[in-house]
């Protein structure tokens, strides 16, 4: 008789799928925002630090929770969904 494990068995969610990670956890949340915070006041004059964007480099697809970048200049008319160019660094937060 073949054994599984309860994580073996647990259909992912949507955000798990198009993310390829586990969907954060409260502390998890906690530490982002306040990683963000930190690093805005320290440095929003020189650096845009941008939440759970979508990365798609050649060198591959990611979700970081944070990935920092040299600032840009805001143009609200247009956005975008998927970062073309890398960033400075990027920062993952682990859950359990």
Do not use: C
Not at 84 to 91: E, F, H, L, V
């Amino acid at each position: 008789m073949e054994t599984t494990t309860l994580e073996a068995q647990r259909t992912l969610s949507q955000y798990e799928l198009e993310r390829g990670k586990p969907m954060p956890s409260k502390n998890h949340s906690k530490i982002e925002a306040r990683l963000s915070f930190a690093l805005i006041s320290r440095y929003d004059e020189k650096y845009d630090i941008l939440s759970e964007i979508s990365l798609d480099l050649t060198s591959g697809k990611a979700n970081p929770d944070l990935a920092i970048y040299p600032i840009s200049q805001d143009d609200w008319e247009r956005d975008e969904v998927k970062m073309t160019t890398p960033p400075i660094t990027t920062i993952e937060i682990l859950s359990p």
